[in-house]
């Protein structure tokens, strides 16, 4: 709460490029932090998953600084200027013959056909490229807006285009219908496109023939359109970013769940499972409560069977028992020592509730 509002300021305030070797050093520091400076017995990943997908949302920096820079970009995709976006107004002058928001939708590897010389763009564009890569979106953005001459030069030399904006065709996702690529009739229906543009329309098919792989059939939609689509202006955009880029991002729990079942000795379900992680923060307001539960499902414990593993004079049996393996189930509920323990809370909380029951139906009637 004190560190990453900081951060943030630094990231939307210029755009910067900022390698990865950086954030690899503030996690390690962060790490260094949270474990004092011993080994950590959680993988970061899971610290930083969501606080619904059982992790304790922990930041992670270098996703905020893509969120916090997309953030800006967003005003490229919507091309919208306003009194209090004159830096808006000064790039987009800055590169005439490059339209910003092709630039967002294209598919990467990017060839720019003229040099661009504001260094605010060159890095915009260093920072977007480094997301897209590191996340593997390379693939094209029907987002992308038709009036795009970098990408689909006959926008540029054929003024009808324009026409077909002021018609209700802005990016090449509205020539698209169920998830189709459209017949020309269909367009002429919908938009009221003259008969005399069939060749523009061939123009546009074979561009889409050459980006989509799967055409004429629209490709599913992918986290890039999802952020094109969103508003600049909108409250807690960077917030909206960063859960779109937490959930792509997330780290699979198959070993930890596996190793339960193992324990337990029965298959869990996906939705028992979900049901799991989702109760990790759910079952208290209380974060030292959290944090106990998040540590037993990921089983950050050690148990004594698990260290006799790594220390062969660590001896496995029980301490209480001294009977069983000191697994964590058996640790945590299983060994007969604790079974008295368990059935008095059980037994307690039984009482204390169905009386809290008959109170509440007291006051009530």
Avoid at 109 to 131: A, D, E, K
Wanted: charged share 15%; glycine share 4%; hydrophobic share 40%.
């Amino acid at each position: 709460m004190n560190i990453l509002p900081k951060f943030l300021y630094l990231f939307q305030s210029v755009p910067v490029f900022i390698p990865k070797s950086y954030f690899d050093t503030l996690d390690s520091i962060i790490s260094s932090y949270i474990w004092k400076g011993k080994r950590p017995r959680v993988s970061r990943t899971h610290l930083q998953k969501s606080k619904p997908n059982g992790g304790l949302a922990l930041p992670n920096f270098r996703l905020y600084y893509w969120a916090a820079n997309i953030r800006s970009l967003l005003y490229w995709a919507n091309g919208r200027q306003t009194s209090s976006t004159s830096w808006l107004t000064m790039e987009v002058s800055s590169s005439q013959h490059i339209p910003l928001a092709a630039l967002l939708g294209a598919s990467y590897p990017l060839s720019v056909p003229h040099p661009i010389t504001s260094p605010v763009i060159q890095q915009s564009l260093r920072v977007w490229t480094q997301f897209r890569k590191c996340l593997r979106l390379c693939s094209f953005s029907l987002q992308t807006p038709i009036l795009s001459g970098c990408l689909f030069p006959p926008s540029s030399l054929d003024l009808a285009f324009k026409d077909w904006q002021v018609m209700g065709i802005k990016s090449f996702k509205d020539l698209f219908i169920d998830n189709n690529f459209a017949s020309f009739d269909q367009l002429t229906n919908k938009f009221g496109i003259p008969r005399t543009h069939f060749f523009r329309y061939l123009q546009i098919r074979h561009f889409l023939q050459s980006q989509l792989p799967d055409f004429p059939e629209a490709p599913q939609s992918s986290v890039i359109d999802d952020i094109l689509s969103l508003q600049p202006s909108g409250k807690g955009l960077i917030s909206k970013i960063y859960s779109k880029l937490t959930d792509l991002n997330q780290v699979s729990t198959a070993r930890i769940r596996a190793a339960w079942e193992q324990d337990l000795n029965q298959h869990l379900s996906d939705d028992a499972w979900d049901s799991i992680l989702g109760l990790v923060n759910a079952t208290s307001f209380c974060s030292r409560h959290s944090l106990l539960q998040f540590k037993v499902v990921h089983r950050a414990h050690m148990s004594k069977a698990k260290l006799s593993h790594i220390y062969p004079d660590v001896n496995p049996q029980c301490d209480k028992c001294g009977s069983d393996e000191a697994t964590l189930i058996h640790s945590f509920w299983v060994c007969p020592r604790l079974r008295t323990y368990w059935q008095e809370v059980f037994q307690t909380l039984s009482v204390d509730l169905s009386i809290l029951s008959i109170y509440l139906k007291i006051q009530t009637s």
